[in-house]
């Protein structure tokens, strides 16, 4: 469970700065209901920008933002991606909820509130002292230094050198400390051991995604029901919810699964990772391009236990698509030959690298289940082609000018050609190996404790469910927290 013991002196702290810094916290039931949000908050966002270092974008970390670069308030149905039959290659129907419309472009603000918030509001974390570590393979970093910055907190964003360039160039402008770490997205490892040396210094904080609870408690409660929301606003009679794929970076967005799970108990549950580096499949390893997820180990957030499948997405697939959908005779080639609207096109340039291999997990879900037109499979786009824009650029110098040719290439490879190879049903003992595979990251090398490993396989109440049922008691120590401040009262 998270520790929310409260730390008197730390606590006294950032309610000072907060109310000098004109700081108030949204609950995580506002994020599920931004409807709720105080009227004269929502009066003041009219004229902020979604990206905008301003404490009131806190109040926009939810799914249910409107469409708008500046201005935007909230709506009930999430934005999504329907991903129609024609570009899937499958009968089902596959919702992919969007990211790009969260301060950042990318949904990652919301685990790093979750991981963050909790030290803050119990004191734990003492925003005059404590520097907060963001260790990433990319967005969690960004998600964190920006936040850090709307709490008037000091950041250090930890990510590795083969990112994008546009990670780096806006981190420039917001994180306190940017640390480059040797490799790309899979060197996960070589990120923790730089957690190990700031950990040297009392001041340095760490919010490692990978171990911290409050990640899963955020998706759990706002995306779970977000996803929920979503499915239930545009089923149609008949309908049923027979899946959900997420790709496991931290592996936060598994734990909307479980709350998905409980909702529709029929539903499967795939995670997804890199065919080039396989470690659920068959504890493999390797680098790859999929930007925004991490391998080479199973998250301790990682519900395996509730998982019921497996994917591996070929990186060079999800490659190719990015620069179908984000190129002038790619688009030519989805509106003349595929029949798409001008409004779903630019729809699919919400799709960022790891979005994309969502979306194929979710296309070999639907193979191997032989999933029908009355099915319907949910996923999440972490981030939006905003952030890859140099990548596209990269892909058309390494294979040439694009063609439409080139286009209708890349959709039946790389797309309608996806087979139901390289996946795996998990039975019991299946996931128990995977489960058991957290041993050597978390228990030989990050001193997590044995006992607590065993937990979470064996006594789910306490620990997955306890978790999950913490947002309430948060909320409590968010209001106390926004009380004490006085700015709320004084708006």
């Given at each position: ?105 990318c949904h990652k603000v919301g685990a790093s ?168 499949l068959d504890n493999g390893f390797g680098g ?204």
């Amino acid at each position: 469970m998270i520790d929310l013991s409260i730390h008197k002196e730390g606590l006294a702290n950032n309610i000072r700065k907060a109310r000098e810094n004109n700081i108030i916290i949204p609950t995580i039931a506002q994020m599920q209901h931004p409807e709720t949000i105080p009227e004269k908050i929502q009066e003041k966002l009219k004229t902020v920008g979604l990206w905008d270092v301003d404490p009131l974008n806190l109040f926009r970390i939810t799914w249910k933002n409107q469409a708008r670069e500046k201005g935007g308030l909230f709506q009930a149905v999430p934005n999504y991606v329907e991903i129609p039959s024609g570009l899937s290659g499958v009968p089902c129907r596959i919702l992919a909820m969007a990211g790009k419309w969260f301060p950042t472009g990318c949904h990652k603000v919301g685990a790093s509130f979750g991981c963050l918030v909790p030290r803050l509001v119990t004191g734990q974390f003492d925003a005059t002292y404590h520097h907060a570590v963001w260790p990433s393979t990319g967005n969690y970093c960004r998600g964190g230094a920006f936040n850090s910055k709307l709490l008037a907190c000091d950041s250090v964003a930890i990510l590795p050198e083969d990112m994008s360039k546009e990670r780096f160039d806006w981190l420039k402008t917001i994180a306190g400390q940017i640390i480059a770490t040797p490799g790309c997205e899979s060197n996960v490892k070589e990120i923790f051991d730089k957690t190990w040396e700031l950990k040297q210094d009392p001041s340095m904080m760490i919010f490692n995604q990978f171990a911290e609870m409050g990640n899963p408690l955020w998706h759990y409660n706002v995306t779970g029901n977000a996803l929920s929301d979503l499915y239930e606003a545009v089923k149609r009679p008949g309908d049923r919810l027979a899946g959900a794929c997420f790709t496991s970076g931290s592996a936060g967005t598994m734990s909307a699964g479980d709350r998905l799970k409980e909702k529709y108990p029929q539903m499967k549950l795939a995670v997804g990772e890199a065919l080039q580096c396989p470690t659920i499949l068959d504890n493999g390893f390797g680098g790859h391009r999929i930007e925004g997820i991490g391998d080479k180990h199973i998250p301790w957030v990682h519900n395996v236990r509730n998982t019921d499948m497996a994917i591996a997405i070929d990186d060079e697939d999800s490659q190719r698509l990015l620069r179908l959908f984000n190129t002038k005779d790619g688009k030519k080639y989805l509106k003349k030959e595929l029949g798409l609207d001008d409004e779903l096109i630019e729809k699919l340039t919400w799709l960022g690298i790891s979005g994309i291999a969502n979306v194929l997990c979710c296309i070999k879900m639907a193979k191997y289940y032989e999933l029908t037109e009355h099915d319907v499979v949910v996923t999440v786009l972490t981030d939006s082609a905003v952030m890859y824009e140099s990548r596209v650029a990269e892909l058309n110098e390494l294979h040439g000018a694009y063609s439409v040719q080139a286009a209708e290439l890349d959709h039946n490879l790389h797309m309608l050609g996806l087979k139901t190879d390289s996946l795996i049903e998990l039975t019991y003992a299946e996931r128990k190996r995977v489960h058991n595979l957290k041993y050597y990251t978390w228990v030989e090398q990050q001193q997590m404790k044995v006992e607590d490993l065993n937990a979470q396989w064996y006594d789910t109440e306490h620990t997955w469910d306890a978790v999950h049922a913490q947002a309430g008691d948060l909320d409590e120590l968010i209001n106390a927290f926004n009380e004490s401040t006085g700015l709320l009262k004084a708006l």
